[in-house]
């Protein structure tokens, strides 16, 4: 790995311990959540811009070059422009969608003990911060990379692109579809206990799917410019991230809340025999 390009991501990296280590001093002795999410997706913008403009950045303020100018947006390579795009649209639309439900939910029940105890709340910035380090590796790797060595965008490039538009498009349907189905439940136009209906009759967890699969498209984009240290690394994203919904939270803090809740639901059972918990069906 060249050293610009360890430099460029260590420099992110300690971006997002940095955001998320000032977030939790503000959030612990209030021991609130409120902008967990939202700090997150904020940590995730200021680490890809900083993986695109390292170079300009460490030069101006390292090195002391004053005169110094920031690249305009067409002296980068259009994968980086595709990769770092998507990738602020995602965390932007996310953010908000996220701090619009606590503000009417008022608090996470992930948060109810840990942000009672300050090094478990402080572990969990911390894990924050990992997740934003981990999961957009392979922007911050393709960011690296001078324009002069990036490949072009090719097949795979032009493949990613489009599978990330399919995959971001069914998270923001899934989620909107939830949305409208709470809505619709507190107006009761309909007395359903869960939602069944739409992307939701064709796994448990559509949303968590889409996200699973755009950090896949991500890592399609940046294949062919990568090096095989950093191919490898990548790779650790959309793992990463599946291991993270599946097994730690998301999908298992849900599946149990839902079995409880609904444990004697004759429908309830039946949509989980019938629905998948995590990937489609199409056979």
Not at 5 to 18: K, N, P, Q
Not at 78 to 99: E, K, N, V
Not at 218 to 239: D, E, G, K, V, Y
Request: aromatic share 14%.
């Amino acid at each position: 790995m060249a050293s610009s390009t360890a430099g460029s991501i260590l420099a992110t990296v300690a971006t997002a311990f940095a955001i998320q280590s000032i977030c939790a001093t503000f959030a612990i002795p209030s021991e609130s959540e409120r902008y967990y999410d939202l700090s997150g997706s904020a940590t995730f913008i200021s680490s890809t811009m900083m993986s695109l403009y390292y170079p300009s950045l460490r030069k101006r303020f390292l090195l002391g070059q004053a005169s110094v100018r920031f690249p305009s947006i067409t002296q980068f390579h259009p994968r980086q422009i595709i990769m770092t795009t998507t990738t602020c649209l995602w965390a932007s639309r996310l953010g908000i969608f996220l701090y619009k439900r606590i503000q009417k939910s008022g608090s996470d029940s992930r948060f109810d003990e840990i942000k009672k105890d300050p090094i478990k709340f402080f572990g969990a910035w911390m894990a924050q911060a990992t997740w934003v380090s981990l999961t957009a590796f392979p922007v911050y790797a393709v960011n690296s990379i001078p324009v002069g060595q990036q490949t072009g965008l090719g097949l795979s490039g032009k493949i990613g692109t489009g599978l990330w538009i399919s995959s971001f498009l069914f998270e923001v349907i899934a989620d909107r579809q939830k949305t409208v189905w709470r809505e619709e439940k507190s107006k009761k136009l309909h007395d359903q206990k869960f939602i069944s209906s739409g992307l939701w009759s064709l796994t448990r967890h559509p949303n968590y799917l889409g996200e699973v699969m755009i950090w896949t498209s991500q890592l399609i984009i940046s294949w062919s410019t990568l090096t095989p240290l950093l191919r490898a690394i990548s790779c650790l994203s959309p793992i990463f991230e599946y291991l993270l919904i599946t097994k730690v939270s998301g999908v298992p803090l849900l599946e149990a809340q839902a079995d409880k809740r609904f444990k004697d639901d004759k429908e309830y059972q039946e949509y989980k025999e019938r629905t998948p918990v995590f990937w489609p069906k199409f056979w």
